[in-house]
């Protein structure tokens, strides 16, 4: 690695990622807007502030509300700057559809909501962002939908996986970067063993990142993310999505036949025959969008595609300055632990190597020493650094998860999630990186 600052080699990530043979950094730029605006010229995407669109006549409304023929009706369905935002998101998963909502959270809800029926089952990593773990542990549970959760850090992980699935399992959810420890699954294997029993893995891909990660390449089924973090990037919009691989067998797995049979509320669609490809974001647009709402708006559609264009860049200094982070804690008398994937002695590592060839991991935790005091006294000690909850902000961010974003949990769910009272959490931004370790030396000084 170079001292300026940014890698010795450009990181073009290996084979093409579009039909036209564009990598990353070009997709980022152009993809969901091939050319400028046809109405007026305009080069960046405008914001189609408008909640509905006019019908050339009744036969040509009556197609488009069959979805016989594309086109927008309500933005609350869809919406052409959401679509353009949704079109860029498919083409750097490597997805064939994508969708947009108003969060992150709403992204997992409805995948949920399209995913299950009272009386079902999901299995859950436990080492999962809180309000995922509240939302699994207790909201779901009365709407009947149980969830087993288990430890992806125990030996034995597919395994465990695997004997967690039961007849009525529709997903199994898992982090790409596990909160707030930043522990890593094998995400192939899992896929693998999901498929086995006709289960899609469904992979929160928040931390990670397209850019560094694509879970779609690795057989998970279907990739989430905040578009609030990353995406953002700079700590102003919220907004998530979903993309789909397009390859779930919906038919053979017989665990889904709301997605296969005639859907009575929807013109008879079925909507694994008849969107192929698509079924999965089809159905939360006509159904889920069509009935609880949480779209997102053009105008933070706007924002995200704004954001997109410097993802990579930003993201390459993100891990830049916390290679340089992570070094510096790890040798430092007042760290008890540094818990990331880079460190040899991670039990992550060998994962770590294999599916990040361009480092990740922004956002981990340490354990500081002298108690929750000593903690809590680091965190409060900070100057540039804000406390916070949010991550992934081109500035550096800190919370002590046990007393704010994992507050909710009980002592035993906290220590099996890996929370300690002397857990702090980085998200390291991207300032120049002496001036972030400065911050911290000054505060671990204090402890
Ligand atoms: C923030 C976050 C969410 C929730 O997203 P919102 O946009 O805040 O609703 C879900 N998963 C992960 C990993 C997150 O970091």
New binding site residues.
Partial sequence: MSEIGFRDEVNVPEGPLNPQGQAFETVMLHAGQETPDPATGARAFPIYMTTSFVFDDCDAAADVFALRKPGNIYSRLTNPTNEAFERRIAALEGASAAIAVA??????TYTVENLTRAGDHIVSANT??G??YNYFEHTLKSHDVDCTFVDPTQPGTIANFEKAIRDNTKMVFV?TIG?PNANLIDIDALAEMCHSHGVPLVV?N??ATPYLFRPLDHGADLS?E????FIGGHGLV???VIAENGKFDWEGSGRFPWMVDPDPSYHGISFARDAPGAAFCTRIRAIILRDMGACLSPVSSFALLQSLETLSLRVERHVYNTEKVVEFLSKHPKVEVVHHPMLEDSPDHALYQRYFPNGAGSIFTFEAKGGRDGAKRFADSLKMFSLLA???DMKSLVIHPASTTHSQMTEEELLASGIKPTTIRLSIGCENVRDIIADLSQALDKI
């Avoid at 969060?103 to 997992?108: K, L, M």
């Avoid at 905040?226 to 973090?229: N, P, Q």
């Fill in positions: 969060s992150g959270a709403a992204a997992i999962i962002y309000g995922t982090e909160n929160d928040t931390f989430i905040s578009a609030t973090k919220l907004g998530g949010n991550v992934a």
